[in-house]
């Protein structure tokens, strides 16, 4: 591009807004601007700027609903809740563990970031924060990878799920809290819930001393009716 | 040419998300929230549209809103509407993503030359009204059919517009007149102009 005359440029005003130019064009651009006269770089950026107003207003037309996991993962990035990453494969107990204490670490510098302005920390929040903060981790002999981070300070723990295949049609998997006196459900995950990955609250620890989780039909039993088939030990 | 500070069609004013984008840049994390509820269905479906990969469209809009995240505090209401600040960032984002792929002229054999229809997924009302998403369709319905394709190759496949003039056979100063008048064409039509 040599010695362009002013109409030459904003004619390219149109393809510069849309990106519909390659990145050593854009960079021509930028340098004829920042030498041009101050009228017609004004000239130029309300130009753009009248462009991009107008691709706002036409993304109505082809606006379409996102999936809700979408949502969640979005949200979770920037909660400081454990983050799931999204295109993470299946691996050894040894590397969720690191992946949990990444997580970890992200949560706290978001918390640390953000406390003065928010509300409240979430209960998550606080047995991330909490001094007795503790992991264990372990695969699913089905595939997958159960994350535990607890407190016994704060009573409660966060439970990471990643790839865990989901539970077949009319079962759910039930999550128990076993202490002395037997398991105590601590919810259910349909298979929805499930796949790929999915974060629960497990709430009033009390003095449990493991996470046991089995194949419920329904909705959920009040008691294993079978088998533990995964479980973590919460000491 | 004007300069547009609000474009009163929307259904959620720019002010409202000028405020959000406020509280995002102090980390407030259920302003951030509803600002994804309040844009979501846009940026998802445009993304989508410039990628055709439910994948890749996830993926790319999800970096869009940790950008958004990050880089709150640089949008600078002096310089246009958040939507516009929010969809200008979502399909640069986009376009790169499509020439990294270098996925083109897979895209391209896959979809053939596709029309810009408007898209038959539901979106909820309170996001995007039913009798705005059909005008503005209406709106692009009523460029002239050359006009049209530049919009679709250069803005939602993203082709540079030097490439949109090899495919038409097209020189130079007549793309980017089409280009132009298109825009100014939509413009008129939304009552922007």
Redesign the interface.
Known sequence: MTEPIEPDLI?????YA?????ES?VADIDRLIAAAPAEVAQAFA??V???????????????????QQ??D???A????APVVP??RKPRRWQTAVLAAAAALVIGLG?FA??QS???APSMAEQVFAAPDVQTVSGEIPTGGTATVVFSREKNAGVLVMNDVAPPAAGTVYQMWLIDEKGPHSAGTMDAKAVAPSTTAMLGDLGDSQTLAFTVEPGSGSSQPTTPIFAQLPLI | ????TR?A??PFVTAELDALLRQVA?????A??TF??NT???????V??VLRDPGYS??T??DI??QV?RTADSYNPA???P??W???LA??RA?DRVRSEQAASQRESRYGAAN?D??S????DS???RD??RQ??D??GSLTDAQREC?QL???D?????Q?SERLSANL?TI??R??DA?RG??RC?G?A
């Open positions: 004619a390219l005003a149109t393809p849309l990106h519909a130019m390659s064009e309300e130009e700027r009248a462009i991009r107003e107008t691709m706002a207003v036409m993304s109505a037309a082809t606006a379409v609903e996102p999936p979408l949502r993962r979005v949200l990035e920037v909660s400081g999204l295109r978001a970031v953000g302005l928010r509300p | 040419m004007t300069i547009l474009v069609r929307l102090a980390r407030d994390v259920d951030f929230a994804y509820d979501r269905a846009r940026v998802y479906g445009l989508t549209r996830e993926e809009t999800q809103y940790l995240w310089a246009g509407s939507l516009a929010l969809l200008t399909h640069r376009v810009v408007p898209p997924d539901q979106v909820s996001v995007i009204l705005e998403r503005v369709a709106c692009l919009i250069a803005y939602y993203g082709l540079t517009y030097v949109v100063a980017k007149s280009m132009r825009i939509l413009r939304l922007m």
